[in-house]
């Protein structure tokens, strides 16, 4: 039995987030790799520039996975550099009030 969770986040910028991200991994690479070849220390900027575009890479799967999950524990909120899980019984313990706009 698989259990489906509902999955609030918004697709388009998902990918839109990380095809940016990948379009800086091909960037740095591509500058670690065409930068001067003939120079004494185009391996540790080689490195580097791999290192940074790895990164990137890491970068782009995190940004798809951002979003909200309901799952029968409570709430699973997925930002980029954390995730937090809220539980239903504090969530059931909030007090939400409607703002109202005085005009």
Do not use: Y
């Amino acid at each position: 039995m698989t259990a489906e969770f509902r999955v609030l986040r918004s697709k388009t910028w998902n990918v839109a987030g990380a095809l940016v991200c990948l379009v800086f991994a091909a960037l740095c690479e591509g500058v670690g790799f065409f930068d001067d070849p003939q120079a004494a220390d185009h391996e540790v900027g080689l490195i580097f520039w791999t290192g940074a575009a790895a990164l990137c890479v890491v970068g782009a799967v995190r940004v798809l996975v951002v979003g909200i999950i309901a799952t029968p524990k409570g709430l699973t909120v997925r930002e980029l550099p954390r995730t937090t899980k809220l539980p239903w019984t504090w969530l059931s313990q909030l007090n939400v009030l409607i703002r109202r706009h005085r005009r």
